[in-house]
């Protein structure tokens, strides 16, 4: 003969292990929703791509995010690797010298880009 505190205890037990699976399943939807945020956003760049990838990775993997944002992973960890072009390199590198106004800024940047540059002859007018 079952009493009505093991009837109770059993009743509580299977309510605590629904409990218990209800939860997980909102954790998971949490997660899938804050996933799902990123359509929102409108990015200009691929580049603005790759640096949201950056900095989301820790909330979700790689792969999903670059899945979601439409970019190769390949081209995602190119991206991070890669080093930085001669313009960021020279801006870099004015930034800690002792001309830190703009338009001293911009003329470095400026000398240091057209210094690296290959000049070609202008083509003959037709």
């Known amino acids: ?5 093991s009837r109770d205890a059993r009743r509580l037990r299977e309510l605590e292990a629904e409990n218990r ?19 929102r956003h409108t990015f200009q760049a ?7 990838i950056r900095t ?4 979700a993997s790689v792969a999903l995010l670059c899945r979601l944002l439409e970019v190769s992973r390949s081209g995602y960890y190119e991206w991070l690797h890669r080093e930085p072009s001669v313009r960021k390199r020279a801006y870099k590198a004015a930034a ?8 001293a800024l911009n003329l470095l940047i400026s000398k240091f880009y057209f ?12």
Do not use: F, W
């Open 56 to 59: 989301a990775r820790t909330g």
């Open 46 to 52: 691929i580049e603005q791509k790759y640096r949201y």
């Open 96 to 103: 800690n010298s002792k001309h830190s106004h703009p338009i």
């Open 115 to 126: 210094s690296n540059t290959v000049r070609r002859p202008a083509a003959p007018p037709c």
């Open 21 to 39: 699976a209800l939860r997980k399943q909102i954790d998971e939807k949490n997660e899938i929703i804050n996933v799902q945020k990123i359509h």
């Open 1 to 5: 003969m079952v009493t009505g505190q």
